[in-house]
Protein backbone atom coordinates (compact mmCIF):
# COMPACT_ATOMS: atom_id res chain seq x y z
CA UNK A 1 0.00 0.00 0.00
CA UNK A 2 2.82 2.29 0.15
CA UNK A 3 3.61 2.05 -2.84
CA UNK A 4 0.43 3.48 -4.08
CA UNK A 5 0.40 6.24 -1.51
CA UNK A 6 3.59 6.71 -3.60
CA UNK A 7 1.92 6.83 -7.14
CA UNK A 8 -1.12 9.18 -6.08
CA UNK A 9 1.36 11.55 -4.27
CA UNK A 10 3.73 11.88 -7.77
CA UNK A 11 0.28 12.40 -9.90
CA UNK A 12 -0.71 15.09 -7.79
CA UNK A 13 2.47 16.80 -8.07
CA UNK A 14 2.76 16.11 -11.86
CA UNK A 15 -0.58 17.51 -12.87
CA UNK A 16 -0.82 20.32 -10.09
CA UNK A 17 2.66 22.28 -10.10
CA UNK A 18 3.30 25.09 -12.06
CA UNK A 19 4.22 25.44 -15.44
CA UNK A 20 8.25 25.19 -15.60
CA UNK A 21 9.04 23.10 -18.89
CA UNK A 22 9.72 24.22 -22.09
CA UNK A 23 8.46 22.18 -24.66
CA UNK A 24 10.87 22.03 -28.02
CA UNK A 25 11.92 20.04 -31.16
CA UNK A 26 11.03 16.34 -31.01
CA UNK A 27 14.24 14.42 -30.53
CA UNK A 28 14.96 10.78 -31.22
CA UNK A 29 18.01 9.82 -29.58
CA UNK A 30 19.29 5.83 -30.92
CA UNK A 31 21.02 3.94 -28.71
CA UNK A 32 22.76 0.62 -29.64
CA UNK A 33 24.82 -1.17 -27.23
CA UNK A 34 26.70 -4.22 -28.53
CA UNK A 35 26.61 -7.36 -26.75
CA UNK A 36 30.50 -8.46 -26.91
CA UNK A 37 31.35 -10.76 -24.38
CA UNK A 38 28.73 -10.31 -21.83
CA UNK A 39 27.22 -13.88 -20.09
CA UNK A 40 25.15 -12.09 -17.21
CA UNK A 41 23.16 -8.82 -17.86
CA UNK A 42 21.35 -6.60 -14.76
CA UNK A 43 18.74 -4.12 -16.54
CA UNK A 44 17.60 -1.11 -14.67
CA UNK A 45 14.48 0.48 -16.17
CA UNK A 46 13.60 4.15 -14.44
CA UNK A 47 10.73 6.06 -15.85
CA UNK A 48 8.33 8.64 -14.10
CA UNK A 49 6.37 9.56 -16.60
CA UNK A 50 5.75 8.73 -20.28
CA UNK A 51 4.84 5.70 -22.60
CA UNK A 52 7.38 3.14 -22.41
CA UNK A 53 7.44 -0.03 -24.32
CA UNK A 54 9.86 -3.12 -24.19
CA UNK A 55 10.56 -6.28 -25.75
CA UNK A 56 13.76 -8.78 -27.62
CA UNK A 57 14.02 -8.60 -30.82
CA UNK A 58 17.51 -6.63 -30.70
CA UNK A 59 19.74 -9.13 -32.56
CA UNK A 60 23.52 -8.96 -31.99
CA UNK A 61 22.99 -6.61 -29.67
CA UNK A 62 22.24 -5.93 -26.04
CA UNK A 63 19.83 -2.82 -26.67
CA UNK A 64 18.73 -1.55 -29.50
CA UNK A 65 16.57 1.89 -28.31
CA UNK A 66 14.27 4.74 -29.74
CA UNK A 67 13.70 7.12 -27.24
CA UNK A 68 11.54 10.29 -28.38
CA UNK A 69 11.41 13.34 -25.89
CA UNK A 70 10.64 17.02 -26.44
CA UNK A 71 12.10 18.49 -23.46
CA UNK A 72 15.75 18.93 -23.59
CA UNK A 73 16.11 18.50 -19.89
CA UNK A 74 14.40 15.13 -19.76
CA UNK A 75 16.76 14.09 -21.88
CA UNK A 76 17.36 10.15 -21.36
CA UNK A 77 20.29 9.07 -19.51
CA UNK A 78 21.89 5.73 -20.76
CA UNK A 79 24.84 3.97 -18.43
CA UNK A 80 26.47 0.65 -19.35
CA UNK A 81 29.46 -0.96 -17.84
CA UNK A 82 30.72 -4.52 -17.71
CA UNK A 83 33.11 -6.60 -15.27
CA UNK A 84 33.85 -10.32 -15.09
CA UNK A 85 31.51 -10.94 -17.82
CA UNK A 86 28.48 -9.32 -16.15
CA UNK A 87 26.92 -6.17 -17.44
CA UNK A 88 25.10 -3.59 -16.17
CA UNK A 89 22.36 -1.33 -17.91
CA UNK A 90 20.69 1.65 -16.48
CA UNK A 91 18.21 3.54 -18.57
CA UNK A 92 16.46 6.15 -16.30
CA UNK A 93 14.59 9.58 -16.66
CA UNK A 94 15.86 12.70 -15.47
CA UNK A 95 13.70 13.92 -12.50
CA UNK A 96 10.38 14.75 -13.55
CA UNK A 97 8.60 15.69 -10.10
CA UNK A 98 8.65 19.32 -10.37
CA UNK A 99 7.37 19.23 -13.99
CA UNK A 100 4.35 20.30 -15.39
CA UNK A 101 3.22 17.13 -17.64
CA UNK A 102 0.98 19.18 -20.72
CA UNK A 103 -0.82 17.91 -23.86
CA UNK A 104 2.17 18.48 -25.97
CA UNK A 105 4.53 16.96 -23.99
CA UNK A 106 6.21 13.88 -25.73
CA UNK A 107 8.45 10.90 -23.89
CA UNK A 108 8.53 7.49 -25.41
CA UNK A 109 11.11 4.78 -25.00
CA UNK A 110 10.59 1.74 -27.53
CA UNK A 111 13.45 -0.57 -26.20
CA UNK A 112 14.41 -3.60 -27.60
CA UNK A 113 16.74 -6.35 -25.94
CA UNK A 114 19.26 -9.34 -27.07
CA UNK A 115 17.07 -12.72 -26.87
CA UNK A 116 19.60 -14.89 -25.56
CA UNK A 117 22.05 -13.88 -22.80
CA UNK A 118 20.24 -14.38 -19.36
CA UNK A 119 19.08 -11.34 -18.05
CA UNK A 120 17.03 -9.76 -14.74
CA UNK A 121 15.22 -7.04 -15.45
CA UNK A 122 13.25 -4.54 -12.89
CA UNK A 123 11.53 -1.61 -14.17
CA UNK A 124 10.00 1.19 -12.24
CA UNK A 125 7.66 3.05 -13.54
CA UNK A 126 5.59 6.16 -12.59
CA UNK A 127 2.37 7.35 -14.85
CA UNK A 128 1.88 6.51 -18.06
CA UNK A 129 1.45 3.59 -20.00
CA UNK A 130 3.86 0.81 -20.50
CA UNK A 131 3.75 -2.54 -21.98
CA UNK A 132 6.29 -5.35 -21.38
CA UNK A 133 6.29 -8.08 -24.42
CA UNK A 134 9.15 -10.49 -23.27
CA UNK A 135 8.49 -14.00 -24.15
CA UNK A 136 11.60 -14.05 -26.33
CA UNK A 137 13.99 -12.95 -23.59
CA UNK A 138 15.79 -15.07 -21.41
CA UNK A 139 14.98 -13.91 -18.19
CA UNK A 140 15.85 -15.26 -15.16
CA UNK A 141 13.98 -12.61 -12.91
CA UNK A 142 11.21 -9.82 -14.21
CA UNK A 143 10.90 -7.48 -11.37
CA UNK A 144 8.04 -4.25 -12.23
CA UNK A 145 6.78 -1.47 -10.01
CA UNK A 146 3.88 -0.39 -11.44
CA UNK A 147 2.70 3.05 -11.53
CA UNK A 148 -0.56 5.02 -12.09
CA UNK A 149 -2.26 4.14 -15.71
CA UNK A 150 -2.17 0.85 -17.51
CA UNK A 151 0.56 -2.03 -17.97
CA UNK A 152 0.83 -5.39 -19.90
CA UNK A 153 3.01 -7.28 -19.25
CA UNK A 154 2.79 -10.68 -21.85
CA UNK A 155 5.67 -13.67 -21.60
CA UNK A 156 3.00 -16.76 -22.89
CA UNK A 157 4.97 -19.62 -23.04
CA UNK A 158 7.95 -17.14 -22.14
CA UNK A 159 11.45 -18.44 -21.06
CA UNK A 160 11.07 -16.14 -17.46
CA UNK A 161 11.41 -18.00 -14.66
CA UNK A 162 10.59 -15.78 -11.96
CA UNK A 163 8.56 -12.60 -11.27
CA UNK A 164 7.45 -9.69 -9.12
CA UNK A 165 5.16 -7.18 -10.31
CA UNK A 166 3.52 -4.64 -7.63
CA UNK A 167 0.82 -3.42 -9.47
CA UNK A 168 0.10 0.46 -9.26
CA UNK A 169 -3.15 2.75 -9.53
CA UNK A 170 -4.97 1.40 -12.99
CA UNK A 171 -5.03 -1.28 -15.14
CA UNK A 172 -2.59 -4.67 -15.13
CA UNK A 173 -2.60 -7.33 -17.95
CA UNK A 174 -0.68 -9.97 -17.26
CA UNK A 175 -0.17 -12.70 -20.14
CA UNK A 176 0.76 -15.64 -19.02
CA UNK A 177 -0.53 -18.39 -21.32
CA UNK A 178 1.15 -20.76 -23.86
CA UNK A 179 2.95 -23.95 -23.79
CA UNK A 180 5.60 -23.42 -20.95
CA UNK A 181 8.79 -25.99 -20.73
CA UNK A 182 9.77 -25.48 -17.51
CA UNK A 183 7.86 -24.20 -14.09
CA UNK A 184 6.85 -20.06 -13.23
CA UNK A 185 6.58 -18.37 -10.36
CA UNK A 186 4.85 -15.39 -9.81
CA UNK A 187 3.54 -12.98 -7.59
CA UNK A 188 1.43 -9.71 -7.71
CA UNK A 189 1.02 -7.32 -4.83
CA UNK A 190 -1.56 -4.45 -3.84
CA UNK A 191 -2.33 -2.11 -6.11
CA UNK A 192 -5.89 -0.17 -6.83
CA UNK A 193 -7.71 -0.83 -10.13
CA UNK A 194 -8.44 -4.08 -12.04
CA UNK A 195 -5.76 -7.01 -12.52
CA UNK A 196 -6.50 -9.27 -15.49
CA UNK A 197 -4.78 -12.76 -15.74
CA UNK A 198 -4.11 -14.72 -19.03
CA UNK A 199 -3.83 -18.31 -17.87
CA UNK A 200 -2.85 -21.32 -19.84
CA UNK A 201 -4.89 -24.21 -20.89
CA UNK A 202 -2.32 -26.86 -21.76
CA UNK A 203 0.10 -26.00 -18.72
CA UNK A 204 -1.15 -26.76 -14.78
CA UNK A 205 -2.00 -23.75 -13.45
CA UNK A 206 -2.33 -22.32 -9.22
CA UNK A 207 -3.62 -19.34 -8.39
CA UNK A 208 -2.99 -17.87 -4.73
CA UNK A 209 -4.97 -15.00 -3.85
CA UNK A 210 -4.99 -13.64 0.17
CA UNK A 211 -6.08 -10.62 1.51
CA UNK A 212 -7.18 -7.61 -0.62
CA UNK A 213 -10.67 -5.73 -1.46
CA UNK A 214 -12.76 -6.91 -4.37
CA UNK A 215 -14.04 -9.55 -6.62
CA UNK A 216 -12.30 -12.80 -8.16
CA UNK A 217 -13.83 -13.64 -11.36
CA UNK A 218 -12.64 -17.14 -12.29
CA UNK A 219 -13.57 -19.87 -15.21
CA UNK A 220 -12.58 -23.15 -15.66
CA UNK A 221 -10.63 -23.31 -12.06
CA UNK A 222 -11.04 -25.18 -9.23
CA UNK A 223 -11.93 -23.21 -6.10
CA UNK A 224 -10.20 -24.59 -2.97
CA UNK A 225 -10.64 -21.79 -0.19
CA UNK A 226 -8.09 -19.14 -1.73
CA UNK A 227 -6.87 -21.02 -4.38
CA UNK A 228 -7.79 -21.82 -7.96
CA UNK A 229 -6.02 -24.53 -9.33
CA UNK A 230 -6.56 -26.46 -13.17
CA UNK A 231 -4.66 -29.43 -13.97
CA UNK A 232 -3.68 -30.27 -18.01
CA UNK A 233 -1.60 -33.07 -17.20
CA UNK A 234 1.68 -31.69 -17.65
CA UNK A 235 5.01 -31.67 -16.29
CA UNK A 236 5.10 -27.91 -15.48
CA UNK A 237 3.30 -25.42 -13.47
CA UNK A 238 2.47 -21.64 -13.33
CA UNK A 239 2.43 -20.68 -9.70
CA UNK A 240 0.49 -17.04 -9.29
CA UNK A 241 0.09 -15.49 -5.37
CA UNK A 242 -2.16 -12.41 -6.05
CA UNK A 243 -1.69 -10.61 -2.20
CA UNK A 244 -3.76 -7.00 -0.98
CA UNK A 245 -4.87 -4.67 -3.32
CA UNK A 246 -8.27 -2.89 -3.80
CA UNK A 247 -10.44 -3.96 -7.19
CA UNK A 248 -11.17 -6.39 -9.10
CA UNK A 249 -9.48 -9.72 -10.15
CA UNK A 250 -10.52 -11.89 -13.81
CA UNK A 251 -8.16 -14.90 -13.62
CA UNK A 252 -9.15 -16.14 -17.53
CA UNK A 253 -7.78 -19.26 -19.70
CA UNK A 254 -6.27 -18.49 -22.84
CA UNK A 255 -6.96 -20.60 -25.43
CA UNK A 256 -4.06 -21.06 -28.29
Not at 212 to 220: D, I, K
Request: aromatic content about 6%; charged content about 20%; some cysteine.
Amino acid sequence: MKRVVFVLVMMLLLVGCVNNVRVGELQNDKERLPLGSVEQVDIEITMGAGMLNVTGGAGADLLDASLWYNVADWKPIVAYDESAGRGRLELRQPDVVNANWGRNTRYEWNLLFNDDVPANLHARLGAGQSGFVLWMMNLDRLTIEAGAGETVVAVPGGRVRDLDIAMGVGKLTLDVSGVWDHDLNGRIHGGVGELIVKLPVETNVEVRVNGGLGNVFASGLTRSGDTYSRSAGSDHTVTLDISGGVGSIRLELQEE
